[in-house]
DNA sequence: GCAAAAAACTAATGCCATTAGCATCATAAT
DNA sequence: ATTATGATGCTAATGGCATTAGTTTTTTGC
């Protein structure tokens, strides 16, 4: 009872698959060999064990989140491409919420990893603040505070935090967004203008 | 073999211990029971699981939290009270990492415990945030974007994101603070002034 | 065709939370 | 003083999980 067509690559798009549809940024072997229709142990033919695999998963997810960074950005300028995104940013975390909570569960994770994730998603960042004329100290520290900003207010939305509200949390991203701009430009401004 | 005084806050007590001394937000009956000195399931006495001590544990991280920031802006107003929350929330996180996380790990609790939470330290920036004149749906805007900030930069500090770059982690939180602070009052600016 | 590697299986280990049922002690009522 | 009751502890058992060991079967490379 061999080959039944199972890749490291199969495993990590059902993981994949898997976290998409329930959600959450949790992976059981036992359910994962479930749909594969194998034994539990027949995966470790393929993978280390959960926190490798997750670790894969991370990875990917960090890609694609990179992707889509990059896609909403390319052939835009300053405020313009800043906007888009932010927008981005968000859009991937709703449509791929347990994708998104994957890329910030990387505490469980080899540091190793944390810092490749970390790399993916800061080098779009860094692409739409290097037309902002800042010099490369500001430019880490405003890219924390965006990443900070976007990261902060998605994983709240997420937790439920702005539920029991009715006001639009759009409109709420909308200023938060708008005050990380102004507060870039007023920074700028200090450097040289920037259009 | 019995009476080992042993309540359900003596139980409460030694898991914020563990948890404070481990730094994660998570709870095993087993060490928890090992330390009290007592088998497992005697805990089973006091509380009803772990996830009904894990909410326990959330309500008091959140009340201490909450009790920090109150006391950081008592007397304080207007910019001075919120550089002063800032700081305190930070110094929080720093210092009660473990507690801090269990905060944020709200998604695994009944909803009704986290909104519970989530009043708890909000209050606190209503109150700094009553002093800008803003009208009622701003101040939610702004309230939802000071979390964020906050709570972004210090879950993506304490991920490690910030660690591979020499650059000071306290000054990109100055920049985020100062960055909140001047788009609230160009914001408050709108309505009337501030002192 | 055959040897070796790959990939599946069964069986077992050890961790964990939780439940059931029993024993013991403190206390309050008789 | 004695006895009933409830609280608190225990042991034993269940069931879920990841992981490992060892075996069998199939594919693949010569």
Redesign the interface.
Known sequence: MAKKGISRDVVLTKAVEMIERTGTPVLSMRELAEELKIKTPSLYNHVKGVNDLLADVSRYAAEELRKKLLMAIAGKNGDDALNALAGAYRNFAKEHIGLYKVT?S??ALP?TV??EI?TLISEPIFLVLSQYGLDE?QS???Q??L???????L??E?????Q??P?S?E??YQ??V???I???H??ARGYHNVG
Chains 1, 2 share one sequence.
């Open positions: 910030n990387v505490s540091k944390s810092v970390g100290e880490i520290h405003w924390r505070v990443r900070s900003i976007i990261h902060g207010f994983s709240q997420e937790a439920g935090f702005f029991h509200c006001l949390v409109a709420s200023v938060a708008h005050c990380y102004e507060g870039l007023t920074e």
